[in-house]
C-alpha cells in the first residue's frame, strides 16, 4: 500500500525559509512523477511543482524563482526548498503521486 508522509511544516515570517519533506513507501519510488499541492484556508487544491523521473521540474507561478522541488531515489523521498515566504503561501501542503497524497504539513507565513 502506498504511503506518503509529509514534515518539515512551520510557522515562519515573511521572508523566511522552510524545507517540506515527503517519505513514500510501498511503491517504486523512482518510477513516478513526484507533485506538491496545497490547500490554503477556505480554498481548493493548487498544483505547486512536479518533479519527472527524470529529475525535470515544473512550477505554478506563484512559486518560480522561490521553491525548489527535488528527489532522492535512494532514499524514497521528494523535497520542496521554499524560500521567500509570503503570507500568500500560508496552507496545507501536500506531496502526491497519481491520485494518492499524504495527510500534509502546515505552513504558516505571518509576522
Known amino acids: 500500500q502506498v504511503q506518503l508522509v509529509e514534515s518539515g511544516g512551520g510557522l515562519v515570517q515573511p521572508g523566511g525559509t522552510l524545507r517540506l519533506s515527503c517519505a513514500a513507501s510501498g511503491l517504486t519510488f523512482s518510477a513516478y512523477p513526484m507533485t506538491w499541492v496545497r490547500q490554503a484556508p477556505g480554498k481548493g487544491f493548487e498544483w505547486v511543482s512536479t518533479?519527472?523521473?527524470?529529475?525535470?521540474?515544473t512550477y505554478a507561478t506563484s512559486v518560480k524563482g522561490r521553491f525548489t522541488i527535488s528527489r532522492d531515489n535512494a532514499k524514497n523521498m521528494a523535497f520542496l526548498q521554499m524560500n521567500g515566504l509570503e503570507p500568500e503561501d500560508t496552507a496545507v501542503y501536500y506531496c502526491?503521486?497519481?491520485?494518492?497524497r499524504g495527510q500534509g504539513t502546515q505552513v504558516t507565513v505571518s509576522s
Open positions: 502526491k503521486v497519481g491520485a494518492i
Open positions: 518533479i519527472t523521473v527524470d529529475g525535470n521540474t
